[in-house]
């Protein structure tokens, strides 16, 4: 059963809360790492250089519409599929327990499927933009 007055806020807290972990995830790749080497690290792990900014620009861009609530949904699930790449890609070789050597992959596989569950449960309050699906 679904509380339907309380859900929409606890959605809200979800967007807020993922939206602002994927803006600074963003910003820390352009402000601390630098594009540079965000290419750089993508790039060690035999992915296109590119791949890096352009996950970059999706983290700072998504985290952004998920704290204003511009298509929430839509985002949530491509975001979801970012994460997964991060853990197949960057965190699958060390293991399931975040807490290993350079992070294993059992925190990027929640959080693409908080984001998977967002983008099913909807938009909650406040957003600006409600994704309309048909």
């Not at 807290?13 to 803006?23: E, H, P, Y």
């Not at 792990?45 to 952004?64: H, S």
């Not at 449960?121 to 699906?133: Q, V």
Request: proline share 4%; glycine share 16%.
């Amino acid at each position: 059963m679904i509380d339907t007055k309380l859900a929409p806020y606890g959605i809200f807290v979800l967007r807020l809360l993922t939206g602002a972990l994927f803006l600074v995830h963003g910003l820390t790749k352009l402000f601390v790492f630098t594009p540079a080497g965000t290419m750089g690290f993508f790039e060690s792990l035999g992915l296109p250089g590119w791949l890096g900014i352009l996950t970059m620009a999706a983290e700072i861009l998504g985290g952004i519409a998920l704290i204003t609530g511009i298509y929430a949904r839509i985002v949530s699930f491509g975001l979801g599929f970012i994460l997964l790449g991060a853990a197949f890609t960057a965190h699958w070789g060390n293991g399931f327990s975040f807490s290993n050597q350079g992070g294993g992959w059992e925190y990027p596989v929640m959080w693409a499927i908080v984001q998977f569950a967002l983008a099913a449960l909807g938009d909650g309050l406040y957003a600006l933009r409600p994704t309309k699906l048909k």
